[in-house]
C-alpha cells in the first residue's frame, strides 16, 4: 500500500479558488482512477486513464481537470472550487495482469 | 451505463453471527464483481472477487454468490468477528473491457456486536 500516495491529506480551501490533488504510485501501473466518496453516495469515478497521456471522464466529471504526462502521477484539478466538492477524494491505481485496484489513503477537501 | 445497487445500508449483528450484503447490477455485459472493505478512516481494500463464469466463491469466512439471470450478488460473512465492523462496497465491471472501470454501490456499514 505504500506504492500509492496522496498529497494533501487534508486540505481546506475557499470557493473560487483552485486546487490540485496529488496522486502517485511506484508500481507503474498503467490505470489510474480518482473518486469521490460521500455518504449515501459510496465511491463515484471522477476520471480514470489508461495509460500516460490518455485520460476520460467517469460518473461526475463535471467542474474537474486531469493530466497524466508521467506513468506514475495523475493530479487532479478543481480549477474553481465550490461546496459541493467538499469530500473524500480517493486515487487508485491498476496494473495490466489484475483488476484489483490499489486505492491511496485518501485526501479530505473542505471547500468553505 | 452501469447502475450498482447495495442493500441493505446500514447492518448490525451479533457477534458469531452470520451477515449477508446485496448488490444488484443493471448491465449484462459486467462481468467481474469484487468488494471492497473499508475500515473506519482507512482505504478501501479489496476482500474477494468473482467472475461471471463461477456461481460462488469462498476465502475462509467470506463467500461470494453470482446470480447471473438476476443479475445480483451476494457477500457472505460467517462467524463475524468484531473486525468485520466496516464499511463494505460492492462493484460490478466489464472484465477486460476497454476501461476498465468499476461502479461502486452506496455501501453497507456492518456493526458486530461483541
Known amino acids: 500500500d505504500a506504492g500509492i500516495t496522496q498529497s494533501p491529506r487534508y486540505k481546506i480551501t475557499e470557493t473560487g479558488r483552485q486546487v490540485t490533488l496529488m496522486c502517485h504510485q511506484t508500481?507503474?501501473?498503467?490505470?489510474m482512477f480518482w473518486y469521490r466518496q460521500d455518504l449515501g453516495h459510496g465511491l463515484r469515478l471522477i476520471y480514470y486513464?489508461?495509460?500516460?497521456?490518455?485520460?476520460d471522464k467517469g460518473e461526475v466529471p463535471d467542474g474537474y481537470v486531469v493530466s497524466r504526462s508521467k506513468t506514475e502521477n495523475f493530479p487532479l484539478t478543481l480549477e474553481s472550487a465550490t461546496r459541493s466538492q467538499t469530500s473524500v477524494y480517493f486515487c487508485?491505481?491498476?496494473?495490466?495482469?489484475?483488476?484489483?485496484?490499489?486505492f491511496g489513503p485518501g485526501t479530505r477537501l473542505t471547500v468553505l | 451505463g452501469e447502475n450498482v445497487e447495495q442493500h441493505p445500508s446500514t447492518l448490525s449483528v451479533q457477534e458469531g453471527d452470520s451477515a449477508v450484503i446485496k448488490c444488484t447490477y443493471s448491465d449484462s455485459a459486467s462481468n467481474y464483481f469484487p468488494w471492497y472493505k473499508q475500515e473506519l478512516g482507512k482505504r478501501p481494500q479489496l476482500i474477494i472477487d468473482i467472475r461471471s463464469n463461477v456461481g460462488e466463491k469462498k476465502d475462509q469466512r467470506i463467500a461470494v454468490t453470482l446470480n447471473k439471470t438476476a443479475k445480483h450478488f451476494s457477500l457472505h460473512i460467517t462467524e463475524t468477528q468484531p473486525e468485520d465492523s466496516a464499511v463494505y462496497f460492492c462493484?460490478?465491471?466489464?472484465?477486460?473491457?476497454?476501461?476498465?472501470?468499476?461502479?461502486f454501490g452506496t455501501g453497507t456499514l456492518l456493526a458486530v456486536q461483541p
Open positions: 508500481w507503474s501501473h498503467s490505470y
Open positions: 486513464s489508461a495509460a500516460a497521456d490518455i485520460t
Open positions: 462493484a460490478a465491471s466489464e472484465y477486460g473491457g476497454a476501461t476498465n472501470k468499476l461502479i
Open positions: 487508485a491505481s491498476k496494473g495490466q495482469a489484475s483488476n484489483e485496484q490499489f
